[in-house]
């Protein structure tokens, strides 16, 4: 699986648009990239995955450049309770097993 | 649906003793990941179930490692002889087969060897 880069720390006023970059620029064909986040002592939680297109659920929007080399995580009005560890996965459908960065971790100031 | 369940959520044990973790499922999932995480990490593979058969163990789970699904629903992760390096938050995860790729984590066991 691919190996992806992230900033280590971001800050977010509450109520503004969140955007959280990853890196994956060898990324192959067949990787789905996946984003999680992880609030303080609790177990990782899943927010949205994607291939190609541009994703959006009721969590957040996960936007890929074309070239597929990078993602944009966007959570589009910030709450103090989306502070955590968000960790981006690149992965093939057929890896069963997640590995993981360090991930950046958000804190959304009011 | 009340999600995946681990117990405990803490255990604190002498060094040299054996401990067990167990994990509960969401009950349609048939697919299930232990995980292991320090401190200003991110989780580390350690094993995978399809069914009760284990499909996939990383190098991390050493021979004083030992899981068990026996009928496919809830899984046990016992730690033989645990060190000081064995402290750590052991997660859970489970998902479906339907073609499903998101997995569904637990609260993890907090295990502190002393």
């Known amino acids: 699986d691919a190996k992806t880069t992230q900033p280590p720390s971001m800050d977010c006023a509450e109520g503004r648009a969140a955007n959280l970059p990853c890196n994956h620029s060898?990324?192959?064909?067949?990787?789905?990239v996946y984003w999680y986040r992880q609030i303080h002592s609790q177990g990782p939680q899943y927010i949205i995955h994607?291939?190609?297109?541009?994703e959006t659920n009721e969590m957040a929007s996960l936007i890929i450049t074309e070239d597929r080399k990078s993602s944009t995580l966007i959570l589009p009005h910030a709450t103090l309770r989306d502070t955590a560890v968000y960790y981006c996965?690149?992965?093939?459908?057929?890896?069963?097993?997640?590995?993981w960065g360090a991930g950046t971790k958000l804190i959304i100031k009011p | 649906d009340t999600g995946v369940s681990q117990d405990p959520r803490h255990k604190i044990t002498k060094r040299g003793q054996n401990v067990t973790f167990r994990c509960d499922p969401i009950?349609?999932?048939?697919?299930l990941y232990w995980y292991r995480q320090t401190l200003g990490q991110g989780p580390e593979f350690l094993t995978y179930?399809?069914?009760?058969?284990?499909?996939?163990k990383s190098r991390l789970l050493s021979d004083r490692f030992s899981a068990e699904r026996p009928k496919g629903s809830f899984s046990t992760l016992e730690i033989q002889r645990t060190e000081q390096g064995d402290s750590a938050m052991y997660l859970c995860?489970?998902?479906?087969?339907?073609?499903?790729?998101?997995?569904?984590f637990g609260p993890g066991t907090r295990l502190t060897v002393t």
């Open positions: 995860a489970s998902s479906s087969g339907q073609g499903a790729r998101e997995q569904y």
């Open positions: 009950s349609e999932h048939n697919r």
């Open positions: 179930f399809q069914n009760e058969a284990q499909l996939e």
């Open positions: 060898t990324i192959s064909g067949n990787e789905y």
């Open positions: 994607g291939l190609k297109n541009n």
């Open positions: 996965i690149v992965r093939v459908d057929s890896n069963y097993q997640l590995i």
